[in-house]
């Protein structure tokens, strides 16, 4: 937990009464809704766990109001965050939007001193995670979230960039500080030893929770994920690209909410989304109708596992192939059929690292969201608590292997096969 | 090369005539060189590449002077540079001071403005390089380096650093970008294309050359390396680590020109150190009065060469054992004598990973110093031209195996090893 430092002076939390006036007072703002201001209907929708939000609705359109509070909304005053958040989550965001046309919400405007930034209202946009739980299926979204992937990451490179625009950037996001150490203690470091804000569901999984605290190879396997976090300046990271980062319909998908942007190793934004996807997999038993309902849906979730992969790594290539403009790799060195062969050789390999990073972070992610602080809602909504503790033990359980013995997983069928394995498992829960 | 940006406004370069008044302007140097400021003796000494410096002897006691030009000294006003290396000396410098007493020079002024620090006169010490080069012995040499190379890197590491700490610093060196650019190309790229800036010993070395420009495994490798140093955020570096940056009588040693710092990944300090040793080892066979004359110096420097990495090993596991600060390997985690033992064997895993990143490393630095732009005096000085070839072709093949074949190097001992029987390689040269 970071420092507290006083808010900026005239920093002013928003409400449903006051947020009106500020917005009729920036003319853009105030055209774009339109009508009375008086008029608009303002809604505080909030359900993260950082921020205020809120949706306001004017006579001609809607906007979505985002803005940071000194501390973590979930916990209050006693866990001071800073509003700098708001600044890294603008840069991001903007970046994002210029490398990803389409795939994340429109910004409208910003005020870095009120730490707030003003939005597309993404209508009739869901949460994935929410609609995922809904078993609803989203065709296009392996699509979007593979260009998302494959251009922010590629594109903020050392294969993209030069050195000087690399380091700049580094610079530039290396006061996040806060956020980063928000992960770096509840993702790599919390669910792995007995402290204060951990929580699982007990009595089912106290013996697995103890055995991930006592496991060598496990706790080795970690922080030689969090080292990487620590110290591997690969690309922009939107930081916390899971679900519920997502806002989607059948046809449009938004990445949301990067304010853990950082320059960091990419398989920690690779790995957040399969992550999500194999909880969700192993969470629809606690969701179903009756045993077997969403066998479909299972298969869906998996076969889009794998086309996120693999999507995403065509992507990546295909941007390396057309755009080799960092100082990575130098061309030159790479000249005629040999060259091009030795560096299609390179990509494989770099390629395969980045998977092998991926299934390293994606079970950091899952093991965090069993036996850490913040969990989803895909499991935590499962009201039978040992049919519960049941899924997340098999989550658990492959999480482990995947941590542990990577190559085990040469490839996202391998994963997803393991996965379709462990829904087979009867974990040994206690009671 | 960077682009030029003018000197700040009452940027003067320094001249013999214009230093005295300088340095008596300000007090505490005034007392420090003590009597009539008419009197000091002032020479220019600069034999490096990039700046000027100056000896200054007054009644009382010398200082040495370093001041950046706006440009790189050895090539003139086309190849400018900014001055800002002087700011990031001086904060590598102040760093390296703090964390190694006693092993770098010590600092009396510092004018930002100017690009100028005012230090200790190391007298009568002379450059490593050439004190090798007259095969003269430093027993504590490898004592004092061990000891440099295990503080900086180790407590600017994320081992010893809290991740907020290592970012600022991180942040706080990014802008150095003109420095690393020197050494992403003349290092990593240059010498591995046809480049205008390029030079070797010819005709003699001309088959060599081209061989390295065409070996697919060596470019790859070496891009794998240039990766490396662009992306891994490993510790604060010294960034130049050769024999021509330590100062030393056979008992006292001193680090100076730490202006290519940033935080980048270690093993390019330890193999600068290293490379450099490899390269003074094959270079005596052309300062040698009479063959074998200097076999006992020869087993100085390789015997030495272990003892560097060995005493270095050391220290910096010491270092990590005594002072586990940093924000990686929590030790909440490795409690016990469990805990202990599987903290003891990654110890074991991290330096074995950053062994062969060394000997790496240490590869790049050789072949630059042959084939690309910036040579050794080691091997320069060798007047005799097809000797100097025959020196510098043995050092280029044992780099190349090193670069592509790390694991025939698993330790310090195969190295050196493989040094000695390179020796007796007859290499083929043009004529």
Known sequence: MSEKTPPPPGYMPQTVET???????????????????AAWRIEEVGDGNLNLVFKVYGEKEGVAVKQALPYVRLVGEAWPLPLSRAHYEHMALSEQARLSPGLTPEIFHYDEN????????LEPHIIMRRGMIGAREYPRFAEAISTFMANSLYFTSDLALTAEKKKAMIAAFAGN????????DLIFTDPYRIAKLNRWTSPELDTYAAQWREDGDLKVAVS?????????????????LHTGSV????????????????????GFDTGAIIANFLLSYFSQDGHEESPGARDAYREWILATTEDIWTLFDRKFRANWIAQPTGDAYP??????????????AERNSYMQTLWHDTVGFAAAKMIRRIL?????????????????????????????????????YPAPAALTQAARRMRGVTPQLNS
Chains 1, 2 share one sequence.
């Open 224 to 240: 030689q994920l969090k080292l990487k976090f620590l110290s591997q300046a690969q690309a922009m990271l939107h930081g916390d």
């Open 114 to 121: 009120q730490a707030l930034i003003v939005m597309e209202l």
């Open 177 to 184: 500080t806060a956020l980063c150490k928000i992960t770096e």
């Open 372 to 408: 850490g602080l913040a969990h989803n809602i895909d499991l935590d909504w499962i009201k039978d608590q040992k049919l519960r503790a049941t899924c997340e033990a098999r989550a658990l359980l492959l999480a482990r292997d995947m941590m542990v013995n990577p190559q085990n």
């Open 19 to 37: 947020l009106g006036a500020y917005l009729a007072a920036v003319q853009p703002l105030r055209a774009r809704l339109g009508g009375d201001p």
């Open 331 to 344: 061309p030159d060195l790479f000249q005629g059929a040999l060259g091009a062969a030795r560096l299609a």
């Open 247 to 266: 806002m989607l319909t059948e046809t449009d998908t938004r990445v949301i909410d990067p304010e853990f942007a950082f320059i960091g190793p990419m």
